[in-house]
């Protein structure tokens, strides 16, 4: 129903627009039909349809009557109006001056410069964007100084020219008495949007925030261009000199050694954009004014058994970590340790699992398909940040001599796990209260944890219990049993007593790499709809809509086992 009204309105928008100038073309032509030039007047008039309207005109268009522009002649004369590739802005060279920085430092990779804030009016506020690469490190050295203890660095200058095609500089921005305010690298994945890179595939980002003292804006006289030499810009670093990777190291607190790893893909510091009471949205972000925070993003896999056995420890109802240190790598193609994030006395904040199935994101294995990820958010008391050529960067951080001497090469480590390793399906068990035996089923191919604050959670859910979850699949013959169940929160009588459930999250060969306990649960939602959203990675692996099952459950108690 929505759908058609929505068409609907789109039509009376169409037909309104064109309404006078239909008319003034029907009045003055003597090819068109009188019953037409009345439909038009009947119409507006609301005594015949719009449907009948709509075939008045598609008379006259099959006719000749009206002509429209072919879509050629459309984009031409579109096209016409956008300036050429010499003629607009095509690179952005910031210079940096004043405060601690002795000479002027000019940096031509700078993919993008835009406001922080939407607000009216100009501001001073500004956030420039980049691929990180090696030739930034004296920006990073001033950056650090932010987050590392000692003297605050003074404030800089910052000239930001605006260059087209041809080398002619448009305008250039000043921004004077200039402080950052945030420094962050994240994982820009989104297929929609274009790579700085110009390459189809997801890309490490970084974002520097500054607040100015001013800006001022300089136009150059036409008749007497400035100009650059635009042979020496290069706005896209090669991969050797780029941060492509991360690696990350666990250690202190109750960690005997060091764990690294580097097949955590997505990592970024972060701030929370929505926080209530029950669940926290987080989102990439660093600044230097708030605690640190940050999350890690995976596919869950073998090689990280005891970090899942340690994240279990802040879920099962045994004694709490000590907090520990965490530090990432950024990588560079050539293996170079770009920049490392140092954070100290960190805990878990929320770790989820999910199967992230839309298309609109770069998937991490590189295929063509869904697949299960996890996330953890972790909350800091601080942070510091060494720099490649002028910190002392070892290989890991060392605590133990002994771990020194087995200390992985990680730039010969697969950053991907393989699909035998990783996580790729659920195998659910319901079992307890009034299931006369354990019901199993190995068709649920999403699983997503939530609370009863979820923005996922059912509306009608009354009863305020600390955990759940939600499952889907498509409806199907061997699940009778557990319909059958599932009616009697439907149909009148005696709801069903609480039930235990247990999620067996298996590798591609077949190795739980963790079981989702949840004990005294109900049924609080079934929802039966068509999937048919393109975007979205159908089950049955059909390029297709489908019909799915959606089921949610609340639960009194929750447990992490993993082997």
Avoid at 30 to 42: E, F, H
Avoid at 172 to 181: D, S
Avoid at 304 to 313: D, E, I, N, P, V
């Amino acid at each position: 129903m929505r759908q058609t009204v929505f068409l609907s309105l789109i039509s009376l928008i169409f037909l309104v627009g064109i309404f006078p100038l239909l008319t003034s073309a029907i009045a003055q032509s003597s090819d068109v039909p009188d019953w037409v030039k009345n439909n038009a007047q009947w119409w507006a008039e609301g005594k015949i349809s719009e449907q009948e309207y709509l075939n008045a005109i598609q008379f006259l268009v099959d006719e000749g009557i009206i002509k429209l522009k072919s879509s050629e002649e459309t984009m031409t004369v579109a096209s016409s109006s956008v300036a050429t590739d010499n003629d607009r802005v095509q690179y952005y060279v910031v210079t940096i001056s004043s405060g601690d920085f002795v000479d002027e430092h000019t940096f031509t990779t700078f993919s993008s410069k835009s406001p922080v804030t939407k607000k009216l009016g100009f501001d001073s506020y500004l956030r420039l964007e980049s691929l990180p690469s090696k030739d930034k490190t004296e920006l990073y050295k001033f950056l650090s100084r932010y987050m590392n203890p000692g003297p605050l660095p003074q404030p800089i200058d910052i000239k930001i020219d605006l260059i087209s095609g041809d080398g002619t500089i448009i305008f250039t921005e000043n921004y004077g008495k200039c402080e950052a305010t945030g420094f962050s690298t994240y994982t820009q994945d989104w297929f929609i949007m274009f790579s700085y890179s110009k390459k189809q595939q997801a890309e490490i980002r970084e974002s520097i925030d500054f607040k100015c003292g001013g800006v001022k804006l300089i136009v150059y006289d036409p008749d007497k261009p400035k100009t650059y030499d635009i042979s020496s810009l290069n706005p896209i670093p090669n991969d050797n000199d780029r941060g492509l990777s991360f690696v990350t190291h666990f250690f202190d607190g109750d960690l005997k050694q060091v764990h690294s790893s580097k097949t955590f893909q997505r990592f970024s510091p972060s701030v929370d954009k929505i926080e209530t009471d029950f669940f926290t949205v987080t989102a990439p972000g660093n600044p230097f004014d708030e605690s640190p925070q940050f999350f890690l993003e995976s596919l869950p896999s073998k090689d990280r058994q005891g970090y899942y056995k340690f994240l279990s420890r802040y879920i099962n109802p045994v004694k709490t970590p000590e907090p520990f240190d965490v530090s990432v790598d950024l990588i560079t193609g050539d293996g170079t340790i770009l920049l490392r994030g140092n954070y100290v006395d960190c805990n878990l904040n929320n770790f989820e699992m999910k199967l992230q199935d839309s298309k609109l994101r770069y998937s991490i294995t590189g295929q063509k398909a869904s697949e299960v990820k996890d996330k953890a958010d972790f909350g800091c008391a601080g942070q510091h940040l060494l720099v490649h050529g002028f910190d002392e960067i070892d290989i890991v951080p060392i605590k133990d001599i002994n771990f020194q001497a087995s200390t992985p090469d990680f730039t010969t480590l697969e950053s991907i796990p393989r699909d035998a390793d990783r996580a790729q399906s659920y195998v659910i068990h319901f079992f307890n209260g009034e299931f006369e035996q354990t019901h199993t089923s190995d068709a649920f191919p999403k699983f997503r944890s939530i609370s009863w604050e979820d923005p996922l959670t059912p509306v009608n859910q009354q009863k305020k219990y600390n955990f759940g979850f939600i499952i889907e699949s498509l409806p199907s013959k061997d699940k009778k049993e557990l319909y059958d169940f599932l009616s009697r929160y439907v149909n009148p009588g005696k709801k069903p007593e609480l039930f235990d459930v247990n999620i067996d999250v298996l590798t591609g060969d077949g190795t739980i790499l963790q079981t989702l306990e949840y004990t005294g649960c109900e049924a609080v939602d079934l929802e039966v709809f068509l999937e048919q959203k393109s975007w979205i990675y159908s089950y049955s692996g059909k390029n297709q809509a489908e019909l799915r099952e959606k089921y949610s459950f609340f639960c009194d108690g929750h447990l992490v086992n993993v082997p």
